[in-house]
């Protein structure tokens, strides 16, 4: 049960926090946040669910939903995958990945022309890619270490 506390804790925190940081486009603690527990806490999947059902809650139901849920469930599979260094290097073509994932959906409904989504897309992406870059080489190791128990008693 306390496992379970935590991780929908840990989800309002990571919500809370891409909403202020919402002010800049895709410049986000999530990755990081999500990565630190992806590695060392328990029930990810059901911590991905209660932050996507607060974004519903926030902002209403729509296409964005399947690709960011598509683009997250890749972080996760990267961050399982891979270790320290190499995450935070991972970082960097997932934020391109992440864009890509809106993209079967968004041609397949509104016939948006795929070069012109990745092209328009690019700098977004490159925002991103540079955000997790910087965010994940300076907090993704001590966020492991504090989730991980390492500073004392936390979730575990």
């Not at 996507?52 to 469930?73: A, C, D, K, P, R």
């Amino acid at each position: 049960m306390k496992d379970l506390i935590f991780v929908a804790l840990y989800a309002v925190i990571v919500f809370v926090l891409e909403i202020l940081t919402g002010v800049i486009p895709n410049v986000a603690l999530t990755p990081v946040l999500l990565a630190a527990y992806f590695k060392t806490g328990k029930h990810p999947i059901l911590l991905i669910a209660i932050f996507f059902i607060l974004e519903m809650l926030q902002y209403g139901f729509g296409l964005w939903l399947v690709g960011m849920s598509l683009g997250y469930l890749i972080w996760y599979i990267i961050v399982k995958l891979s270790d320290g260094f190499t995450t935070v290097v991972l970082s960097v073509p997932f934020a391109y990945i992440y864009g890509l994932a809106f993209l079967p959906l968004t041609w397949a409904v509104y016939r948006i022309d795929p070069i012109a989504y990745i092209i328009a897309d690019f700098p977004f992406a490159t925002v991103m890619a540079m955000s997790n870059l910087i965010t994940m080489a300076v907090l993704y190791k001590p966020l492991t270490r504090l989730l991980g128990g390492e500073y004392g008693e936390t979730h575990r």
